[in-house]
């Protein structure tokens, strides 16, 4: 089975493809609403073709997507150029989570598939934290409910309105700084917006942790996991490609 699994995110479009359970390969480009099905065609077929592999390959396509419009441009490009239609997370999938959500149908299908493989992996109660655009907190019970969580700005939307917002500050790169006093205007900002991001972050973890009955799992997956996992206190498991991993437990529950 060769399953091609898609994340559109609202900065990025991740996408894996797996043979059996063997993630084999994996891209990350652009989220761009204004591309068509031919342009995204092209360029995912280029992908395959720069890896030595052949998109014939493909058996399905499963689809989690928070932007509709690059949802709708995908489903085309994928019966245009793959022949296939593609299986979406929305309404009639199945999850195998119960939502407990005041409505269930407001949840992010990125939060929902997260979570599905966040329990699948390391059962529960769990914390799953996304550093996406938004930075999610989702938690789950030790019975496999999702519970609801916490929605923040991400680290890339607060570091973009301190840019545009204060008119001396420049744009800086986000880095881990050598010291937290800087001694610069740019350190000083990378030293601010990176640990005032980690105590963020760790704020958030160690209130939720007093909401569950026992002490749950802290996961981090997303863009920039990897720069807060090193130094946050909270997080126990780093795993970037949890999204993906959701789509592929997702669509072996459905396949048949």
């Known amino acids: 089975m060769m399953l091609l699994a898609i994340d559109v995110g ?7 493809l797996y043979k059996n359970d063997e993630l084999v390969v994996h891209w990350r480009i652009n989220s761009d609403r204004e591309q068509t099905e031919d342009q995204y065609g092209v360029l995912i077929k280029n992908l395959f073709y720069h890896s030595n592999l052949d998109p014939g390959m493909i058996d399905d396509i499963m689809i989690s997507s928070v932007v509709p419009p690059i949802t709708q441009t995908l489903t085309r490009m994928s019966k245009k150029f793959m022949n296939m239609e593609p299986i979406i997370v929305g309404p009639g999938i199945k999850t195998g989570m119960h939502v407990k959500y005041d409505n269930p149908k407001e949840v992010g299908a990125d939060r929902i598939v997260n979570a599905v493989a966040g329990y699948t992996l390391y059962g529960g ?11 999610t907190f989702c938690a789950i019970s030790e019975k496999g409910d999702y519970l609801g969580g916490a929605i923040s700005p991400g680290i890339s939307i607060s570091t973009n309105a301190l840019f545009e917002r204060a008119a001396k500050l ?43 009955n026992q002490a749950p799992t802290v996961v981090a997956t997303g863009g920039m996991a990897h720069l807060v996992y090193p130094e946050s206190e909270t997080i126990n498991i780093l795993n970037s490609y949890l999204t993906l991993e959701g789509l592929k437990i997702i669509y072996e529950r459905n396949k048949n």
């Open 10 to 16: 609202n900065t990025n479009i991740v996408l894996g």
């Open 125 to 135: 109660p769990l914390i799953i934290v996304d550093f996406g655009t938004a930075t």
């Open 170 to 212: 420049p744009r800086v790169e986000l880095t881990k700084p050598a010291n937290l006093i800087g001694k610069n205007t740019v350190s000083s900002m990378q030293s601010g917006i990176f640990y005032g991001f980690i105590g963020q972050v760790d704020g958030i973890i160690k209130k939720m942790r007093q909401e569950f």
